[in-house]
């Protein structure tokens, strides 16, 4: 059996991950694993200079496509299951992975069962939702997603995750401050915990073709939470309306995007400071939905952790899924 893991991973996080999912494969004979790391042929720096990490959510947000280097396989190569590990950026899934999805490479997915892993901070529902439609359209069939998050307070993570992207340090090396602000990014626990399940698909992968979300996993992968999904879908239109202007007034890389970026952070911060105690506000009147069948496996999804520029407008109390 040939399994293509197909991956971009700026901290290594996300590699880690997806390692520890595939090591019952790796480990064992029989299967054909190759590993190919998507390579933008402008890499992205780490940490990432204040305008940079703001000035590429038009392009993130609205999918334009980078220039990649070559995978090293072939498009027209045939695997039996395609592991795809990304993280959401901005509420919309990375650059070089959203890239490559519109690339000559996405021929790979056609008629090809696919397993998604996000890490992430704890936002993914919105990027999820553009991944899936994407692979709908190509012709794949999404087996199921698998989520790790950080487990760390969201007032936090909305620190220390920025913190670590912008200067590379995951904690303040402060005693007083480390008590409440945990390490930035996904214990290494939980990402070795992965490998559970790649276990539990080792035991059903000869039903690949036919499996459903339900019967691949037998707990919880994905969890759902109503006011992250209500969050994000007002941060998403946001986004949007940002992108489309900074888009059509300024160039990456240009002046105008640098005061165009300093204008939208100033946005973001006022509209976090104002917007979300509104927001909690209105969440402790609102009806919780009943848990859906879906969350074990593949959420309902529609359209076309490792931290990473993901959801920095999005401040809530509650983590996706921990492993």
């Known amino acids: 059996m040939k399994i293509l893991v197909l991956y971009y991973s700026q901290t290594g996080q996300t590699e880690k ?16 694993v190759t590993f190919a790391r998507i390579v933008p042929k402008r890499p992205f720096p780490f940490p990432w200079p204040f305008f940079e990490f703001f000035g590429i959510m038009p392009e993130a947000v609205l999918g334009v496509p980078i220039e990649l280097e070559a995978l090293p396989v ?39 069962p696919v397993i998604t892993i996000i890490t992430c901070r704890n936002m993914w529902i919105e990027a999820d939702r553009v991944v899936t439609g994407t692979l709908e359209q190509l012709g794949a069939r999404l087996v199921g997603r698998i ?3 950080d487990p760390g307070p969201s007032y936090a993570t909305f620190v220390t995750t920025p913190m670590w992207m912008l200067t590379g340090k995951r904690k303040f090396r402060n005693p007083l401050l480390d008590r409440y602000f ?14 559970r399940f790649g276990r539990a698909l080792a035991g059903k992968i000869d039903r690949i073709e036919t499996i459903t979300a339900e019967e ?18 007002a941060g998403k239109r946001v986004f949007r309306v940002w992108a489309r202007l900074i888009r059509a007034v300024s160039r990456p890389g240009t002046l105008l995007r640098s005061v165009m970026v300093f204008l939208f952070v100033i946005y973001l911060c006022l509209a976090i400071l104002i917007g979300m105690p509104i927001v909690s506000l209105i ?4 009806p919780r939905s009943p848990r859906s069948p879906h969350r074990r496996g593949v ?21 996706s899924v921990t492993p």
Do not use: H
């Open 17 to 32: 991950a997806l390692r520890a999912f595939m090591a019952p494969f790796t480990e064992e004979g029989g299967y054909e």
């Open 74 to 112: 072939s498009p027209e190569a045939k695997f039996d299951l395609i592991v795809l590990g990304y993280q959401p950026w901005f509420l919309s899934p990375s650059l070089p992975v959203s890239s490559v999805l519109q690339s000559p490479s996405k021929a790979l997915f056609r008629d090809t």
């Open 147 to 149: 989520v790790i998050t």
């Open 182 to 195: 945990p390490e930035a990014g996904i214990p290494e626990k939980d990402l070795e915990g992965a490998i």
């Open 216 to 233: 691949c996993f037998e707990e919880e992968t994905a969890r759902i939470i109503d006011r992250l999904r209500r969050a994000e879908r």
């Open 283 to 286: 969440n402790r009147f609102l």
């Open 299 to 319: 959420a309902p999804a529609a359209g076309a952790g490792e931290a990473s520029p993901s959801d920095p407008a999005a401040v809530s109390s509650s983590k």
